[in-house]
């Protein structure tokens, strides 16, 4: 399996978009970023170490401008911060590997799915489409796809 973790030429390959919001904790425009309207199948793994993070079954169209899922393709993918910048106190969410700001938490996504809003930034984000993964090395995340369920009834954004 592969060592996901950050290092200088993945920080090097980043856009100053991506730096600002994987690095240095900002936050791209809602609506006009890459992944807010995607519904392509696939995987969406960290910008900076390639670590798997959220697949296509879990997103979902939450209107708030970012794309949005339900939940990590592990428990331990995430860490948790504690944020109060911008006069509120929300909960950050990190890749576990690199670091990377990635976006926050919210107790407001659908409830048939566990009632979280993972409220993510594309530019953290590297898309992998399903077709794709062997061939871009993560074939051994197609059994979160190949267990023969539909998509999630959120799913779709």
């Known amino acids: 399996m592969t060592a996901y973790r950050k290092t200088e030429e993945a920080i090097a390959r980043l856009?100053?978009?991506?730096?600002?919001?994987?690095?240095?904790?900002?936050?791209e425009p809602p609506f006009a970023n890459e992944f807010n309207a995607h519904d392509e199948p696939g995987l969406y793994v960290d910008i900076v170490s390639g670590e798997p993070l959220?697949?296509?079954?879990?997103?979902?169209?939450?209107?708030?401008?970012?794309?949005?899922?339900?939940?990590?393709?592990?428990?331990?993918?995430?860490?948790?911060?504690?944020?109060?910048?911008l006069?509120?106190?929300?909960?950050?969410?990190?890749?576990?590997?690199?670091d990377s700001?990635?976006?926050?938490?919210?107790?407001?996504?659908p409830p048939q799915h566990g009632g979280l809003r993972y409220c993510i930034n594309s530019a953290a984000l590297r898309f992998i489409p399903l077709a794709e993964l062997e061939q871009e090395g993560y074939g051994h995340?197609?059994?979160?796809?190949?267990?023969?369920a539909p998509a999630d009834d959120a799913a779709g954004g």
């Open 54 to 85: 959220f697949t296509s079954r879990d997103k979902f169209a939450s209107s708030c401008g970012w794309p949005s899922f339900t939940r990590p393709v592990a428990d331990d993918t995430l860490t948790e911060k504690r944020d109060d910048s």
């Open 87 to 98: 006069g509120m106190v929300r909960t950050e969410v990190r890749s576990r590997h690199a």
């Open 141 to 148: 995340c197609r059994h979160w796809f190949d267990d023969g």
């Open 101 to 109: 700001h990635l976006g926050h938490v919210f107790p407001d996504g």
């Open 15 to 27: 856009t100053p978009l991506q730096r600002r919001v994987t690095q240095e904790d900002a936050t």
